[in-house]
């Protein structure tokens, strides 16, 4: 692997709030699909588009869907959802074919995309889950789609459809997004069926079925409460199935005060997170007020956090965070803001959550005290209980020069279990991709107007980055949502080129370079190796942990080799 392309000048520079430098950080960038490429299975046929809504995995796969052109090409059948990698493309669906399980229905086309593809989830052992917009005497409707492993589709529910699991038998009407995809190929969707409610559907191509629906009897609620309503945008789910969602009950006494829950669970063990009116934990004489429910996000540890309003002598905002019958205060308006010293969080209500498996928030906050104006009053930061750090302060310096705007709550980052983070930004009135390395290190992966250089040749001046409204809900990974940065520090992107160059979709691989020198004193020698030796058999996520010389997640026999083999080399 290569450092940064030459239009990346990475922030080994202090940030503002940094204590001290940190190494550029060693970029790969690889193209994995561009105009004019072969299809697998298809003779002729090449690639129009590299296309958009592209997802990654741990595993590395992607899957992305595109355009087609060549000999028999029409706009009734050039559009397909397929795997990608460096040996070639392989398409699971195009449109115009049979949308098996769905009788009369073939897939089509919308706005959301190439596919009329929303919610594209490649899960992590290889299953894909999405809703796809099919075609049904001259009418387009929604489908729930789900691909095992081995390629194999099956709508596992769709509008006009029967409702799997109700009695008496009943057509579904609406299917809701966001959905999710869990496990190898599980969905996870809000689909309304008349004279039933809205109703939570899980399952895969073997087993599908209903769980509850609005006007069922509510477990989580006093007795005689019941489901008044089932909250579609606040649906999230991990890889075992349990699933968080906000609700409102009726009956069993509750009233507008008190009738606004966070449940969360296996679908038939819900338990109540949260509920307006009762005590909120850790903030003295104060109740939740409202939540907000896109702001509700779990992970593979059956945590899950959330913002909150709480009222009380103060009214206040905040983020919680627990396991789903103990949740506590994660921070609150007027705490110390971290890593900022002499200033304040404010506006935490108002915070995009992104949760990872090691139990740690990437979240946007407001920041108030001395010397703050409206051109440095907003971060992102990242982070776990007690150990909450920035990563870019509004007014701070690119790292490809400009300074950072306002850090909204409504722009795209995600992060990943080694808490590297990707973000959006506009750098002097230019689109930015930002990305972090496992060590913090900033740097920016590609800029609209910029030159963009790949490690394998490609050359082309960057027009547009992909809008993210391909993956609206694009998240972290093991969210049952779409996700684009994975826990190796491999991150996938659409870019847009200027003139007749097309365009292209590239994966980014953003590491720590010198991983060898593990003590960080520049110089790969006997400090490193005793480092190794005093962390020997110690496991780790893969290029997070002293010791870890190879970057593999454990200390052994490799990493000495490793050390040995880069003797007294220099580090920068």
């Known amino acids: 692997m290569r450092s940064s392309p030459a239009f990346v000048l990475a922030a080994g520079m202090c940030l503002a709030h940094s204590a001290a430098a940190m190494p550029e950080p060693d970029v790969e960038i690889i193209t994995m699909a561009r105009p004019g490429d072969p299809v697998e299975g298809l003779p002729g046929i090449t690639l129009a588009s590299a296309g958009g809504g592209a997802t990654i995995n741990d595993a590395g796969q992607i899957l992305t869907a595109s355009l087609l052109a060549g000999p028999g090409v029409t706009n009734g059948n050039n559009r397909v959802v397929m795997f990608v990698d460096r ?19 073939v897939y089509w086309t919308a706005s959301i995309n190439t596919l009329g593809v929303q919610n594209l989830v490649l ?16 009418s387009v409707a929604s489908a729930g789609i789900s691909i095992d492993p081995t390629g194999n589709d099956t709508a596992l529910i769709y509008v006009g459809g029967p409702a799997p699991g109700i009695t008496p038998a009943a057509n579904v009407s609406v299917l809701y997004l966001p959905n999710s995809g869990i496990g190898n190929g599980l969905g996870v969707f809000l689909a309304n069926v008349p004279g039933v409610g809205r109703t939570l559907f899980t399952g895969d191509a073997g087993f599908f079925d209903s769980w509850f629906s609005t ?6 609620g006093p007795p005689g409460a019941t489901f008044l309503t089932l909250d579609d945008g606040s649906l999230q789910a991990n890889q075992f199935g349990r699933v968080a969602f906000m609700t409102v009950l009726s009956g069993g006494g509750l009233s507008t005060s008190n009738r606004t829950f966070i449940a969360a669970g296996p679908p038939d063990q819900l338990v109540p997170v949260a509920q307006t009116g009762t005590s909120a934990p850790d903030i003295a004489s104060t109740t939740y007020s409202s ?11 059956d945590v899950v956090a959330f913002t909150t309003d709480v009222s009380g002598p103060v009214t206040d905002e905040a983020i919680m965070l ?17 890593g900022l010293p002499g200033l304040t969080l404010n506006n935490l209500g108002s915070a995009r959550l992104e949760l990872n498996d090691n139990n740690e928030l990437m979240f946007n906050a407001s920041l108030v005290g001395p010397g703050v104006t409206t051109s440095n009053d907003s971060a992102l930061f990242v982070g776990g209980v007690g150990d909450v750090r920035p990563i870019v302060r509004e007014g701070d310096p690119g790292p490809s020069g400009g300074t950072f705007p306002q850090i909204a709550g409504n722009g795209f980052y995600a992060f990943n279990d080694r808490a590297q983070v990707v973000f959006e930004t506009t750098i002097d009135g230019s689109r930015s991709m930002m990305a972090t390395s496992p060590s913090g290190a900033l740097v920016e992966l590609a800029r609209a107007g910029t030159v963009f250089m790949s490690d394998d040749g490609f050359v082309g001046g960057i027009g547009a980055l992909a809008s993210w409204g391909n993956n609206f809900v694009a998240s972290t990974t093991g969210r049952g949502r779409p996700t684009v940065l994975n826990n190796n520090g491999e991150f996938v992107l659409t870019i847009n080129f200027a003139g007749s160059t097309g365009n292209g979709l590239f994966r980014f691989t953003i590491n720590d370079p010198c991983t060898q020198d593990t003590d960080g004193s520049g110089t790969v020698d006997f400090g490193d190796l005793t480092i190794v030796l005093g962390n020997w058999l110690n496991d780790y996520l893969p290029g997070t942990g002293p010791g870890d010389a190879n970057g593999d997640g454990l200390v052994n026999f490799n990493d000495v080799t490793t050390v040995l083999g880069a003797w007294l080399q220099v580090c920068p």
């Open 215 to 220: 006007g069922d009897p509510a477990p989580i």
């Open 291 to 301: 939540f907000d429910p896109d702001m509700i996000v779990i992970n593979n540890n």
């Open 322 to 338: 627990g396991t789903f019958d103990h949740v506590r205060l994660f921070l609150k308006d007027g705490d110390p803001a971290p």
């Open 123 to 138: 899960t992590p052992g290889g299953g894909v889950v999405y809703q796809a917009d099919v075609l049904f005497n001259s």
């Open 87 to 105: 040996t070639g493309h392989d398409v699971l669906v195009r449109q115009g074919e049979a949308v098996p399980g769905a009788p009369g229905r």
